[in-house]
């Protein structure tokens, strides 16, 4: 027997960061969104734990236990006294290393996969618990949708979106180090008064009413100086992506992704266009937004 699950990846159309606090995390008004790119895992019962991917760049996906999907199954198996033994196999379509949270997609997608497994029947609630000690983005890869998420970007709350969002995602030459990203940040905010982050009440309305025009308005990355600070290159490629006509342009949450919003799937198609031709990034994906979150496929 074997279970899999889909999971989404995600943009943040919003991304407040505060100071660094004493634990070293930064308070956040996180805005997600979750967009039609996929990865789905399968777990079938082995004789221990093992990990298996498919995809583009797998390369760069570590095979051992430190993957976010073995580190979901080791805490699943723990909180119901089981042993670990599943393999795990990712076939890979979210970006790897790209701010879209793909890994986070992965451990969302084992953790509920395992529990369909084992037929543990965990709550939800201890299931976004686990989440939440696997990583920040975790919780909102299984919950989907549109949510604000606050403290570490671990508390959400459901949004309504009054409508479907077209983006395009032109993925960088190379990857950026989230922790490294955040680092810059801190460095240049050094002696700024950082405000307190919040949800923009103007970003909000506008995903209700699931008006274009006011989201392009409304979006905004804290983390987007820092990650252009630490790779120049991506500049070139949001001006490509505005000059092919897209409503908005940014650095999808610490990068290297870039993000652009188009006003219907075939501007989105003709901005995709714009991208490749342009030389400016690796590969373009386009995707439209809200989807649902981590989904057991079949069992």
């Known amino acids: 027997m074997s279970v899999t699950v889909r999971v989404p990846a995600k943009v943040n159309v919003q991304l407040a960061v505060g100071a660094a606090r004493p634990d070293g995390f930064h308070d956040l008004a996180n805005v997600f969104l979750a967009v039609g790119l996929h990865d789905e895992v399968t777990v079938t019962p082995a004789d221990g734990l093992q990990v298996s991917c498919a995809g583009p760049d797998v390369g760069q996906v570590p095979l051992d236990r430190t993957n976010l999907a073995a580190r979901a199954a080791i805490a699943l198996a723990k909180r119901h006294g089981l042993r670990p033994d599943v ?25 509920l996969a395992c529990d369909a497994l084992w037929g ?42 009054g409508g479907t969002f077209s983006w395009v995602f032109a993925m960088a030459e190379r990857g950026l180090s989230t922790p490294a990203v955040f680092r810059e940040f801190d460095r240049l905010t050094a002696g700024l008064d950082v405000p307190e982050p919040v949800a923009s009440e103007a970003l909000l309305d506008a995903l209700a009413e699931g008006d274009p025009d006011a989201l392009a308005a409304a979006v905004s990355n804290d ?53 490749r031709a342009s030389g400016t990034c690796r590969s373009v994906r386009t995707a439209s937004g809200p989807v649902p979150g981590a989904t057991v496929m079949g069992a």
């Open 87 to 111: 393999h795990l196999h990712i076939a890979k379509d979210i970006p790897v290393a790209g701010g879209m949270a793909g890994g986070s997609a992965d451990g969302a997608g084992a953790l």
């Open 223 to 275: 983390l987007q100086p820092a990650a252009l600070s630490l790779f120049p290159e991506l500049a070139d490629t949001l001006a490509a992506g505005s000059a092919a006509g897209a409503l908005a342009g940014l650095v999808s949450g610490s990068g290297p992704t870039t993000a652009f919003l188009a006003r219907d799937p075939g501007s989105a198609a003709k901005i995709a266009d714009a991208l």
């Open 120 to 161: 543990t029947g965990t709550s939800r609630a201890e299931l976004l618990d686990i989440c939440a000690e696997l990583g920040s983005d975790v919780p909102f890869s299984l919950v989907g949708g549109a949510a604000l998420g606050t403290g570490r970007g671990e508390k959400l709350r459901p949004l309504d979106v």
